[in-house]
Each structure stands twice: as structure tokens, then as C-alpha cells.
């Protein structure tokens, strides 16, 4: 478990944020949520499938970085292998909340930064300082605020984009069936991915609604992406390769 608290200038003044990544620093995970304003960017190097939380049933889209837990293929020695990290990757330690504020005596509702103390990537010592030595943020916390921002929006977006899928029906849910150069087989289950034989049936009114909305260019982009899977195995392959030689 974390220990989320809200940030602030006097208690957090002397905080830094390591920005390398590496398993040590929370980064091996095999998948992280992405959005659909966020899939041209993802898909050039990772698959994107979909995940059913199992807590409330709800569907995310997400981006694979490898086949099993705790084992992230895009990370070695020197850090993270590819140009693009995603966003709900970059923006650790940080998440964002809400407070509640008094404005001309009515509650207003305001996102706010929330800092995990816990996290790996929080230090006195290494990395990037959130504020200045005499008061305001750094630019790096600045682009960490429009980060958790875009994130934020992302997300929202992606409700409605997962919504659109589940009205047509266009989530199906599949079984990875991996077979290595060493002849080792393996299964992933769990993600779903766009039943492409629906989408062909739909008629034009739906396809022009999903076109509308940006939603049909994010299920191509999806689709195309499941390509990089091939990527992936590849990696396990030559690792088992440096392993046998």
C-alpha cells in the first residue's frame, strides 16, 4: 500500500523525484491504462488490449509490457528500451485528488497533486526538486501538474470510448497463446481485445458515430498495435538465447 498525502511547499520542500526508470524504482509492471487521445503514441511500441478490473468489473484499455507480472520487458540496465513511456508511467510518484474549497460561500470541488511518500521514486537526496530553494514550484512540477491533467481528461475520455465498445459489443475476451523459440508454450489470459468480425457488421450509422466521437481511429489504433506483440517475444527469445549461451 502507499502513502498518498497532499503536496505542499512546507512539508515537501526538500522532496526530489528520481525520473530514471528500473525494477527497483516501481517499474515492473506488465501493464499500465492508457486512453485513446494517448494510442498513437503507445501503439508504436506496445500492444493494447483491454483489462476487466476485477474489483468493479470496469474495463480499461491498457498497454502491454510483458507477459506475465512483475516482469516488464522494456526495462534493462540502462533503464527503459523504448522513445515513449507512457503516461501513467511517467507521472509516478504523483496522483491526482480533489479538495473541497469555500468560494463565495459555495463548495467548490478542485484537482489537486497528490505525492505517494512510499513510492521508490521519492528521495532527499537524487533527482529532480518539486520547488524552488525560496518559494513556487519547479518546471518540473509544472510538467508534472499538466501530466496528471492530460491524464486526468484522458481518463475521462476513455469512459466513454470503453462505453461506446461495450453498446456495440465490440469487446471480446481472448486467450495469448505464446510458443517460444525453445519450443516452451505459454497462455495469458484475462485481457480482451475488439472483435474485429462485429466491428465488420457494423452498419453506418454506428461507424459514423464512433468516427464522430475519435473512437473509431483509437480501435484501429488498438488493433494495429497487437503487431508489437511479435516485439515482445522477441525480447523473451533473445534473453533466453543470452541465457543458454
Given at each position: 500500500?502507499?502513502?498518498?498525502?497532499?503536496?505542499?511547499?512546507?512539508?515537501?520542500?526538500?522532496?526530489?523525484?528520481?525520473t530514471r526508470h528500473g525494477a527497483e524504482l516501481g517499474d515492473n509492471q506488465w501493464f499500465t491504462p492508457t486512453f485513446p487521445q494517448?494510442?498513437?503514441?503507445?501503439?508504436?511500441?506496445?500492444?493494447?488490449?483491454?483489462?476487466?478490473?476485477?474489483?468493479?468489473?470496469?474495463?480499461?484499455?491498457?498497454?502491454?509490457?510483458?507477459?506475465?507480472?512483475?516482469?516488464?520487458?522494456?526495462?534493462?540496465?540502462?533503464?527503459?528500451?523504448?522513445?515513449?513511456?507512457?503516461?501513467?508511467?511517467?507521472?509516478?510518484?504523483?496522483?491526482?485528488?480533489?479538495?473541497?474549497?469555500?468560494?463565495?460561500?459555495?463548495?467548490?470541488?478542485?484537482?489537486?497533486?497528490?505525492?505517494?511518500?512510499?513510492?521508490?521514486k521519492v528521495s532527499l537526496t537524487e533527482g529532480e526538486p518539486l520547488f524552488q530553494p525560496y518559494g513556487g514550484n519547479t518546471p518540473?512540477?509544472?510538467?508534472?501538474?499538466?501530466?496528471?491533467?492530460?491524464?486526468?481528461?484522458?481518463?475521462?475520455?476513455?469512459?466513454?470510448?470503453?462505453?461506446?465498445?461495450?453498446?456495440?459489443?465490440?469487446?471480446?475476451?481472448?486467450?495469448?497463446?505464446?510458443?517460444?523459440?525453445?519450443?516452451?508454450?505459454?497462455?495469458?489470459?484475462?485481457?480482451?481485445?475488439?472483435?474485429?468480425?462485429?466491428?465488420?457488421?457494423?452498419?453506418?450509422?454506428?461507424?459514423?458515430?464512433?468516427?464522430?466521437?475519435?473512437?473509431?481511429?483509437?480501435?484501429?489504433?488498438?488493433?494495429?498495435?497487437?503487431?508489437?506483440?511479435?516485439?515482445?517475444?522477441?525480447?523473451?527469445?533473445?534473453?533466453?538465447?543470452?541465457?543458454?549461451?
Amino acid at each position: 500500500m502507499g502513502k498518498p498525502v497532499l503536496l505542499n511547499s512546507v512539508e515537501h520542500q526538500d522532496l526530489r523525484i528520481i525520473t530514471r526508470h528500473g525494477a527497483e524504482l516501481g517499474d515492473n509492471q506488465w501493464f499500465t491504462p492508457t486512453f485513446p487521445q494517448e494510442f498513437r503514441a503507445v501503439q508504436a511500441h506496445y500492444p493494447i488490449f483491454f483489462y476487466k478490473d476485477p474489483g468493479n468489473g470496469q474495463f480499461h484499455p491498457v498497454a502491454l509490457f510483458g507477459f506475465r507480472r512483475d516482469d516488464n520487458l522494456f526495462l534493462d540496465e540502462q533503464g527503459w528500451r523504448a522513445s515513449y513511456v507512457p503516461l501513467t508511467v511517467r507521472r509516478q510518484p504523483f496522483l491526482i485528488g480533489q479538495q473541497t474549497v469555500q468560494e463565495d460561500g459555495m463548495a467548490v470541488h478542485q484537482r489537486v497533486i497528490h505525492i505517494d511518500l512510499d513510492h521508490p521514486k521519492v528521495s532527499l537526496t537524487e533527482g529532480e526538486p518539486l520547488f524552488q530553494p525560496y518559494g513556487g514550484n519547479t518546471p518540473y512540477l509544472d510538467e508534472m501538474a499538466e501530466m496528471l491533467e492530460v491524464i486526468h481528461q484522458g481518463m475521462e475520455d476513455s469512459k466513454g470510448f470503453v462505453d461506446a465498445l461495450l453498446t456495440h459489443d465490440l469487446l471480446e475476451a481472448f486467450t495469448l497463446e505464446l510458443t517460444l523459440d525453445n519450443g516452451d508454450s505459454h497462455q495469458m489470459i484475462g485481457f480482451y481485445t475488439i472483435n474485429e468480425s462485429t466491428l465488420a457488421q457494423l452498419g453506418g450509422p454506428a461507424l459514423e458515430a464512433l468516427h464522430q466521437a475519435g473512437y473509431l481511429q483509437a480501435i484501429y489504433l488498438s488493433l494495429a498495435s497487437q503487431a508489437r506483440v511479435r516485439d515482445l517475444m522477441q525480447v523473451v527469445n533473445d534473453r533466453l538465447a543470452e541465457s543458454a549461451a
